[in-house]
Nanobody
Framework: QVQLVESGGGLVQAGGSLRLSCAVS????????MGWFRQTPEKEREFVAT????????YYAESVKGRFTISRDNAKNTVYLQMNSLKPEDTAVYYC??????????????????WGQGTQVTVSS
């Protein structure tokens, strides 16, 4: 019954920006930590960013630290990922996830709901 619908991906040149959105139904984003993963055909799904239930704490993969920002809008039941200074290595399908806390999201040990379709991000050089 929990559905996660990602959107906002597209084609952008290196150095550009994109803002991804995750619309959630059947679940309140305020009740759990939220996060983002990404995947390419050559790699397993990789952790990108997570935000606490309160929205006061965040944690990022070293590869995106300083460039990406995760946020939540509880009133809209939506999670966002602002991506700046994009690099070709950021090219991937991006997925949002929910978990009990930051550690659960980072390790993907107790995910809430199933994987959505994701949104494709392509960064050209």
């Amino acid at each position: 019954q929990v559905q996660l619908v990602e959107s906002g991906g597209g084609l952008v040149q290196a150095g550009g920006s994109l803002r991804l959105s995750c619309a959630v139904s059947g679940h309140n984003v305020s009740s759990t930590a939220m996060g983002w993963f990404r995947q390419t055909p050559e790699k397993e799904r990789e952790f990108v960013a997570t935000i606490s239930r309160s929205g006061g704490s965040g944690y990022y993969a070293e590869s995106v630290k300083g460039r990406f920002t995760i946020s939540r809008d509880n009133a809209k039941n939506t999670v966002y990922l602002q991506m700046n200074s994009l690099k070709p290595e950021d090219t991937a399908v991006y997925y949002c996830v929910a978990g009990k806390n930051l550690a659960v999201v980072v390790t993907n040990t107790q995910r809430v709901g199933s994987w959505g379709q994701g949104t494709q991000v392509t960064v050209s050089s």
